[in-house]
């Protein structure tokens, strides 16, 4: 890098991988040689340091493994251990991956007795720390370890400074996801641009996911744990095994995990501690410190829990499809939400004007209006031409049949959430359709003109899911 001229500061992912591309190298390489630089260590001390930052993390995980008991997993760590060494398939059936799995497991009980070592937070310390156990087994030489395990812990500091609340986006589950993600693709001898591809499949899944009510009730933690594995190895091997296109930048991703998580993880955490509250471990000796009345008040509220989630789901029930006819109209587009629901305005729309179409106008909430790309063909064939959302010939040459019908088409965004609008002026009766998404290919009616009668009529004429709420 010297002998090209090119600085070595403080470097992102991104920076990273594209540095790497240039240099025709791994990006472990570009993370050691940042190591190297901004701390003026030799290659070996970088390695050596790497791997050392381990050492009480694997120590807590050997505890987790033989005597270690979790007052939320149980021996957990102890009982998968000793399926492991009867070297049968235990959780998955990948020999690594079963002994990343495990591990991990087990670092979380001993992260529960004696304490670990955090990174981002404790619960990605066990993915880190289970992957590291797991690659120490092996005979890759432990260079190759070391570059894996500075690769990983670059990711994961970086995932520390972006956690500001409870979330396991920004720890357990995404930042274990997308270190898992990369460090599988440098031991399978990916190159840096399949590191980034990885990261960014990793992430997907796991944004806007909060673990703290997690983290108090029983078992509900390994599979986030675990789940950190087995995200980071299938986004792994998908960069590794497919030409699938990923064009976010994988900066673009974190960054975006860590605005959203600031901002979801106290909303979502405040519904995930009504419902699991009831279910939080309790210490009794803890519990005298609590005044009476907070403690009878958080009784009452349990109580009623069961019967509350019972009936709200017995509305679910109330509703759904029958399993003999489950499914709904096939969807072209790729989105009942995006795609199935928009074209079914349309559909209704369509049925209720008369003459000619002169202009369409079109409003969508803000997530609707960014994938207009993929709604809007359905949302006109369903106005123009009544088609179905299933009807793919429609959906591809519409755009041309509004070009050759000379149809004037207005689109605007909507702030308000789910709301999808549309209004067809034509030579006779126009039509107008207010709604709301609600995926499935559903929606709810608001308004319509000529009638809203005549919308849910021609709702129901056409074998459209109508909601309720």
Not at 382 to 389: D, E, M, Q, W
Request: glycine content about 8%.
């Amino acid at each position: 890098m010297k002998k090209k001229n090119i600085p070595v500061g403080k470097l992102t992912l991104g920076e990273i991988i594209e540095l790497a591309d240039l240099l025709k190298v791994k990006a472990s390489d570009v993370v050691i040689a940042e190591a190297m630089e901004l701390h003026m260590l030799r290659y070996e001390e970088v390695i050596k340091a790497v791997v050392d930052s381990f050492n009480f993390n694997l120590l807590s995980l050997e505890i987790g493994l033989t005597r270690g008991k979790s007052f939320l997993l149980g021996g957990i760590g102890a009982e998968l251990s000793e399926q492991l060494n009867e070297r049968r398939g235990v959780l998955i059936g990948d020999r690594f991956i079963d002994k990343a799995l495990v591990y991990t497991l087990a670092a979380e009980v001993g992260n529960h007795q004696v304490g670990l070592q955090p990174c981002a937070g404790t619960g990605d310390s066990c993915v880190y720390t289970g992957l590291m156990k797991a690659l120490l087994e092996t005979r890759i030489a432990k260079r190759k370890i070391g570059h894996i395990a500075a690769l990983m812990l670059k990711i994961g500091t970086i995932f520390k400074e972006g956690k500001r609340t409870t979330g396991c986006n920004m720890e357990g589950y995404g930042a274990g996801a997308a270190c898992t993600a990369a460090a599988l693709v440098e031991l399978r001898n990916g190159s840096s641009k399949e590191v980034g591809k990885a990261i960014v499949l990793a992430l997907s899944p796991t944004i806007a996911v909060p673990c703290t009510p997690r983290v108090i009730v029983s078992g509900l933690c390994a599979t986030h744990i675990g789940g950190a594995i087995l995200i980071g190895n299938l986004a792994a091997n998908i960069a590794l095994k497919t030409s699938i296109p990923i064009d976010v930048d994988v900066d673009v991703m974190l960054a975006m995990a860590a605005s959203i998580h600031s901002t979801a993880a106290p909303v979502i955490t405040k519904l995930n501690i009504e419902y699991l509250r009831p279910y939080f471990r309790r210490e009794e000796e803890v519990e005298k410190f609590v005044p009476e009345e907070i403690r009878l008040e958080e009784l009452d509220k349990a109580q009623l829990v069961v019967a509350k989630a019972r009936e709200e789901v017995r509305r679910l029930i109330e509703t759904a499809n029958p399993i003999v006819a489950p499914f709904g109209d096939p969807v072209v587009g790729g989105s009942s939400i995006a795609v199935g629901s928009p074209t079914n305005m349309g559909r209704i729309a369509h049925e209720l004007i008369k003459g000619e179409i002169k202009k369409i106008s079109i409003g969508l909430t803000t997530d609707l209006f960014a994938r207009r790309a993929i709604n809007v063909p359905g949302i006109l064939m369903g106005a123009i031409l009544g088609a179905s959302t299933d009807d793919v010939e429609s959906y591809r040459h519409v755009l041309k049949e509004v070009s050759e019908r000379g149809i004037d088409i207005e689109m605007y965004r909507i702030d308000e959430p789910e709301v999808q609008r549309i209004t067809i002026e034509t030579t006779n009766v126009s039509g107008m359709v207010d709604s709301l998404n609600r995926g499935g290919a559903r929606l709810k009616l608001v308004d319509a003109q000529p009638s809203l009668r005549e919308a849910k009529l021609a709702a129901k004429r056409l074998g459209i899911k109508l909601a309720e709420n």
